[in-house]
């Protein structure tokens, strides 16, 4: 069974107001960054999520933010975050637990090296930090070990933050600046006059704007869909464990073929096979599945095909309904995919084999989470031409919390038609149609 992690409570408004100037629809990572913006450029804002802050992905994920391996056209969204995260202390007035320790990826053979040593030369070095390092630079930043690594690539300025503390955090200050936000309130469908949006209509009824931001993750999918528009992501699950407290070999997050560790403020390590996520079929992989096709082809050694109870879930499931009929975002308030047991197995198996310390270490946790995976693993924060005053921030392919900050401000900055922090073209929600 998933068991969640826990995050900081948010003392966030109970009643929906009548109106406001931009609804943002999720309170994520991503969503809650987007309305800090907002509320911070005087823009009236009211969030509306149908569970709990952060209650999914956002508070499920591994708090890496790295720039290490990112696609060239994506790397200047993450360099922003990473600054935007560094600062993020002082913006909010709370410790959101960000640590600029760095990332580490570790290959054992030279085929496996020479991934990181291609992006290093074409990507890297023009926008980053990062350098690649041999076995004995390895051993030294990362002490204890049995492998002799082929070497890895290494990005000092990368770093981490606890998912969560850090959207309760940004929730608070959102609040403090006059922000609302509006928990267990499921946005069942956009309302328009005259092609534009004039609202939102809620399981609480209806609430006037003339600007909304999508921020719904692995359910905006669902929500465009039921406006005719077609949203490209396909769900899949990753599972993750967290370990006692452990004297570990370093405060660097590591990541290897087959798993990944950091430290985390518990004083435990946050631990998952890197390698291997589940993949459950649902019909959007029949609807979807001809745009997937290269990505299947790079990982299809890395799926744990599923099919079973999360294929009639799926179909019991509506894709059409009403304003004035309860919605699918009433019937699951959060995703809590099952613990793949196997999966955390092979990474603590493997890592306790690297580092044996690790063998001192007993888990204390284990939890899964579902994430919206793009056709490039790139995510969409764009414009939707079909609705004037729509925004779409979703897709983030299990980079979401890294991104939030800088993809946050992007979609504000999209929604108040201002000069975009980074190029927003990468992004663009029309990729996807050919």
């Not at 930090?129 to 002799?148: F, M, N, Q, S």
């Not at 069942?188 to 949006?197: K, P, T």
């Not at 997937?292 to 059409?320: C, H, I, P």
Request: charged content about 20%; hydrophobic content about 40%; glycine content about 12%.
């Amino acid at each position: 069974m998933s068991n969640p992690p826990t995050i900081d409570p948010v003392s966030g408004n109970s009643g929906l107001p009548a109106e406001t100037g931009v609804v943002v629809i999720g309170g994520g990572i991503v969503g809650l960054n987007a309305a800090l913006t907002l509320a911070e450029r005087g823009e009236r804002v009211t969030v509306i999520e149908k569970g709990t802050i952060a209650g999914e992905q956002s508070s499920r994920n591994l708090g890496w933010v790295r720039k290490t391996n990112r696609a060239k056209y994506d790397l200047p969204l993450s360099v922003r975050a990473d600054r935007l995260w560094a600062e993020m202390h002082q913006r909010v007035g709370k410790d959101v637990g960000y640590r600029q320790s760095g990332i580490m990826f570790v290959a054992r053979t030279e085929k496996e090296l020479a991934p990181y040593e291609n992006w290093v030369e074409e990507v890297g070095r023009h926008g980053t930090d990062a350098r690649i390092i041999g076995p004995d630079e390895i051993d030294l930043l990362v002490p204890g070990g049995t492998v002799r690594w082929a070497g890895g690539v290494y990005t000092a300025s990368d770093g981490i933050a606890e998912p969560t503390k850090a959207s309760s955090a940004i929730a608070e200050a959102l609040l403090a600046k006059g922000g609302n936000i509006v928990e267990g309130c499921a946005a069942r469908r956009l309302s328009l006059a005259g092609g534009r949006i004039c609202g939102v209509s809620t399981e609480n009824g209806e609430i006037a704007c003339d600007r909304v931001i999508l921020a719904g993750g692995l359910w905006s999918r669902r929500f465009l869909g039921n406006h005719g528009i077609s949203h490209v992501t396909l769900p899949v699950f990753v599972s993750v464990l967290r370990t006692s407290p452990v004297g570990g070999p370093t405060d660097i997050a590591v990541g290897a073929a087959n798993f990944s560790f950091r430290r985390d403020f518990t004083g435990g390590y946050t631990i998952m096979q890197r390698g291997g996520f589940v993949a459950p079929l649902v019909l959007d992989n029949l609807l979807l599945g001809l745009k997937y096709t290269d990505a299947l082809k790079a990982q299809w050694r890395a799926m744990n095909l599923s099919l079973g109870r999360e294929f009639v879930e799926d179909l019991k499931l509506a894709r059409r309904w009403s304003a004035d009929s309860p919605s699918p975002f009433e019937q699951i308030r959060a995703k809590n995919p099952p613990v793949h047991h196997g999966l955390n197995t092979e990474a603590m198996t493997a890592l306790r084999e690297a580092w044996p310390v690790f063998r001192h270490a007993s888990v204390v946790r284990e939890w899964a989470g579902a994430v919206d995976m793009t056709p490039d693993s790139i995510p969409v924060i764009s414009e939707i031409d079909d609705i004037p005053g729509l925004v779409l921030a979703a897709g983030f392919s299990g980079h979401g919390f890294g991104s939030g900050p800088a993809a946050g401000e992007l979609a504000a900055d999209l929604i108040m038609g201002r000069q975009p922090s980074v190029d927003p073209a990468p992004y663009r929600f029309d990729r996807f149609r050919k």
